[in-house]
């Protein structure tokens, strides 16, 4: 007899589980299945960190306790159709039925059609097991590696494999600085130079003609005339939405190929959610098509999914785009519009920059310096984005922002926080980095 | 009436899609080689250009859009590329539209159902056209 659900989720990385575990949670008494068809699920953003900082990628996993505690069904099976007439799912080992179901099947990584991309010891990178045990069993016995992409995944990856004794690594990168979607030129700058710091050789501005060798992948050609020689070559410019089973069931599709969605996560079938890499986004800034595939984005959408299933009580506000990134003791992040990127959207801007010490004094230990940006919207204050260099406490100082960006909070709003502060964890009340970035902003509106 | 090209090296598949696209009230050339695509892109100066990429087997149609933008300098003519290029070499990646590696505007898997063709056509047409490699 085929079993029915209320609520079926197809996917069971971020979005997938977040969405179930949402599900539950506001809705306690219904039977939920998620249905994924890995044995095990890498977690994506520790990926570039099992070439070096771990042994492998069975060390970065998303452990599957969840679904016990909070008592939602696994089934490790492929999705083969959805019959949305009669709302049943058809998997490769069975058929199970009903009432809402959620997609998030995710992302595949992007691949340029550059000539030689399909030789031996090519890699994109794929959220898979076997594939990147492949990977990194090859990258124990090669000297030269190229990374194509000089992105959060193209740093990341080239600085750890660096870390685990590849000689030469290279980072080749098309726009005039690597990270220079996400961020102002002097964030850029200091990144590449901590890279170079660390051994890895950084080309911007070069664009990859071919990729040269035999069967087995050579070097790397660039348009300038120059190769560099590789016996891997990882490409890392981004990842595009999975909706093959959505497009296959007759769903609609947005211009940049995700699963179109309104605001509450609704699909064009009204009992069908999709939230994650696989949905369409929208800016959160003018509310034009977006093409960020971020964590950030796709548990929140998971979570606006899984809370409207039987009744909408959330809508997304769109993609404020906000992340970081780290290499080494360099902390970096991002959250919302860099000046660069404001501009570009039409916007009117000003900006600020303060930097500070993350302890008062600033000769306790631990010590380190954080430099904050905001941009504000020049005429009504608003905070448009905001982006941080420094140590670990990057992290959370960039949520904050992104908090404060979410809220369209304005420049006097933020100078007029209260802050709690602590001598070894925070940065002096007196010179607290949000705060008087906002303070010389204003200084600059109202000349 | 907007003028449609249709590239492919599938006879059958440019008579089918022409008399539908035609019935939508386009006026629709087809060309069945690489080389007489950027020819009649040049000579019948479409308004968009729906593009197969395996012509017969290796990456042409990458090459004919390439050569659209660089060669005959047409930054903004739209370009949709109809292939089933993933399904056929069985790829865990996807090839998608790229300002600098693949200069086109949407890039669809083939079987398509014709109307899903049509809509991106009107998208990619109408007044209100969000030109995808113009997207921040």
């Known amino acids: ?447 | 009436m907007h003028k449609l090209l249709i590239i492919d090296d599938d006879v059958d598949f440019l008579e089918i899609t022409s008399v539908y696209l035609k019935d939508k009230g386009y006026a629709v050339e087809t060309a069945s080689s690489p080389e007489e695509g950027l020819q009649k892109t040049k000579s019948v100066e479409p308004d968009l250009v729906v593009l197969d990429v395996m012509m017969p087997e290796g990456y042409e149609g990458f090459e004919v859009a390439r050569n659209i933008r660089e060669q005959l300098e047409l930054t903004e003519l739209p370009i949709i590329i109809l292939s089933c290029i993933h399904d056929r070499k069985q790829v865990p990646y996807r090839f998608a539209p790229d300002k600098d590696y693949l200069p086109i505007d949407v890039f669809l898997d083939k079987p398509v159902k014709p109307e899903v063709l049509l809509e991106k056509i009107e998208e990619l047409l109408g007044e209100r056209r969000v030109n995808p490699s113009q997207i921040l």
């Open chain 1, 1 to 447: 007899m085929m079993e029915k659900y209320d609520v079926i989720v197809i996917g069971g990385s971020a979005a997938g589980l977040t969405a179930a575990q949402t599900a539950r949670r506001h809705y306690p008494d219904k039977k939920i299945l998620v249905i994924r068809k890995e044995e095990r699920v890498l977690i994506p953003c520790g990926i570039p960190y099992i070439f070096g900082s771990l042994e492998g990628p069975k060390q970065n996993l998303i452990p599957d306790m969840a679904y016990e505690k909070m008592n939602l069904g696994l089934q490790i099976d492929e999705v083969v159709n959805v019959d949305r007439e009669k709302r049943i799912v058809e998997t490769k080992n069975g058929q199970f039925a009903y009432d809402k179901l959620i997609l998030s099947t995710g992302s595949y990584p992007a691949m340029p059609p550059i000539p030689g991309h399909e030789k031996e010891g090519v890699f994109a990178i794929i959220k898979d097991v076997d594939y990147l045990t492949r990977l990194q069993d090859k990258l124990h016995a090669v000297k030269n590696v190229v990374v194509i992409g000089g992105g959060f995944i193209g740093i990341e990856i080239g600085d750890e494999i660096k870390k685990s004794g590849v000689e030469n690594v290279s980072i080749i990168e098309l726009e005039e600085h690597c990270l220079s979607q996400s961020y102002d030129e002097e964030f850029c700058i200091e990144m590449e130079e901590h890279l170079r710091s660390r051994g890895i050789r950084i080309l911007t501005g070069s664009k990859v003609m071919s990729i040269e060798g035999g069967q087995q992948v050579e070097a790397v050609k660039l348009a300038d005339g120059s190769t560099i020689p590789a016996e891997v070559v990882i490409l890392g410019i981004g990842a595009v939405a999975n909706s093959d089973l959505a497009k296959k069931i007759g769903l609609r599709i947005g211009l940049t190929g995700g699963i179109l969605v309104d605001r509450a996560m609704r699909t064009n079938d009204t009992h069908i959610f999709a939230c994650g890499d696989c949905a369409e986004k929208v800016s959160f800034f003018g509310g034009q098509p977006s093409p960020l595939r971020l964590a950030s984005i796709a548990t929140l959408e998971a979570r606006v999914a899984g809370a409207n299933l039987f009744g909408i009580r959330r809508e997304a506000p769109g993609t404020i785009g906000v992340w970081g990134t780290a290499v080494g003791e360099m902390g970096l992040g991002t959250a919302g519009l860099t000046e660069k990127m404001a501009k570009a959207h039409g916007y009117n801007v000003v900006s600020a920059v303060n930097e500070s010490v993350n302890r008062h004094p600033g000769k306790l230990p631990g010590a380190s310096k954080i430099k904050i940006k905001l941009v504000f919207e020049a005429r009504s204050g608003v905070l448009l984005g905001g982006q941080i260099r420094g140590d670990a406490s990057t992290g959370e100082i960039t949520n904050a922002i992104s908090a404060c960006v979410q809220s369209r909070m304005t420049a006097e709003q933020i100078a007029m926080f209260q802050l709690g502060t602590h001598p070894l964890i925070t940065a002096s009340p007196i010179a607290y980095g949000i705060v008087n970035a906002a303070e010389a902003a204003i200084g600059k509106m109202v000349k």
